[in-house]
């Protein structure tokens, strides 16, 4: 009885000692995972890990796949480049290659997925790539905000 008096009291306690959490408060996570691996099939692409997954976005020709546990729907998501999908704070011919391995050499999927989304239609297909070539080379519009 004592023992359960004293973990009443001591959850009290520790939930009276956090801090409510500010409008807007970011919380930076962490991921803990062990293992894992990969599942396909010629339509799908699945990548996970024991524990929690990697936070981030999965997305076949019908649907959209958003992981983890903390995830961010409305605006400050993770795009910040769109067309930047190797990462390096550049729009150039290497995001070309690094598209062209993902849409037709089962190739890592940008860590992004707004920046491999270059027109902001909410997939990344062929047109993405087309519109990266008239940008880089055919003085095309630049790829779309975030």
Known sequence: MVKRILLTLAAVLLCGAV?????GEK???????????DGSSTSYRLSG??????VGAG??????????YWQDFGSGGCCVLRGDLNGDAK???????????????AGV??????HGDVNADAKIIVSDLTYLVNYLFKAGPAPLAC
Not at 91 to 105: A, E, R, W
Not at 109 to 114: D, G, T
């Open 19 to 23: 801090p409510a959490m500010a409008a």
């Open 27 to 37: 919380i930076d996570w962490q991921v803990i995972a062990g293992g894992g691996g």
């Open 49 to 54: 890990t024991v524990g929690q997954t990697a």
């Open 59 to 68: 997305t076949s020709t019908s649907y959209n796949l958003y992981q983890g």
């Open 91 to 105: 729009v150039i011919v290497s995001d070309l290659t690094f598209m062209v391995n993902y849409l037709f050499k």
């Open 109 to 114: 999927a940008p860590s992004c997925f707004e």
